[in-house]
């Protein structure tokens, strides 16, 4: 049977490979995205997404995520949850409500309490610190103050033919408070059928929204097209359009993969992203806007991986 995993980001790695082991083994679609998505929420370095990720303008961490189901297109989400520690597992259990699936808020965070979800300060002293020198720079240099908005998105297929699709971040570093992007919201954000496939995003979520790129990617792969060709034609068509009509198109990425773990990807960025089935180990690749509305993919380099991680793990003064 066909199984897979495709995710956003050098990041997501880690929680691919074990992701990948999991499905080898018969796990479902879900609990494989799940384990995916917490290894980056837990990992305190990876500063747009969880544990360690960077604050609004007030200092408070709000985090993003979103859950679908391709079997039943049941989806739960959260908006601007509070210092609980996974908020993709929030996402999940709320996608089994049906009524009540999208919290936001204080309203998210009671929820995740009352439902015993673990409570953690998701705010590290390197965020924090990382924050202060951002608003030092600000007053400073006159400098913009946002900076940042890298989503963990996951579509994952297991061997019984089940999809799903999931997203964490904690969003744009600076918004105001209250702000949400794509990442919780159904279309813009992620998308799956089982009967097709799913395509999750990750970039400016203002722009974003301003597509629904990741339902207009499973619409198309419903029409016969590969993933990859599904993905160049919806993302750059996209770009064109709304630097012509809006002025300008602010950075995104999408990843794509279909019911028999085919996958593609589009980006106007450049853009790493990990991914497997079970025709192929897991790897990570990075990928460039190409001409005439294509994709150029290509094997990360050891190179790349070490400048990698030296500078997320680099000493903050």
Known sequence: MNYGTIATWRMAHDGIVAAMEQLKSGASAGDALETTVKSVEDYPYYKSV????????????????AFMDGDTFQIGAVAGIVDIKNPISVARKLSHE??????????????????????????????????QNRLDDMKKHNLSPYDGHDTVGVVTLDTHGSMTAGTSSSGLFMKRPGRV???????????????????????????????????????KMKEGLSPQEACDQTVYSF?????KRYGKAGAFSLVAMNNTGEWGVATNVEFTFSVGNDKEESAIFIANMGENHTTVIEPITQEWLDAYEKRIKAPIE
Do not use: C
């Open 239 to 243: 770009h064109d359009t709304l630097t």
């Open 50 to 65: 969880g544990f360690g990720g960077l604050p609004n303008a007030k200092g408070i961490l709000e985090m993003d995520a």
């Open 181 to 219: 992007g794509d990442s919780p919201l159904s279309g813009s954000g992620f998308y799956v059928d089982s009967e097709v496939g799913g395509a999750a995003a990750t970039g400016l979520g203002e722009d974003l929204m301003k597509g629904i790129l990741s339902y207009e990617i499973v619409r």
């Open 98 to 131: 049906k009524f009540n699936s999208f919290l936001i808020g204080d309203g998210a965070t009671q929820y995740a309490i009352e439902h015993g979800f673990e409570e953690k300060e998701m705010l590290t002293d390197r965020a924090k610190k990382i924050w």
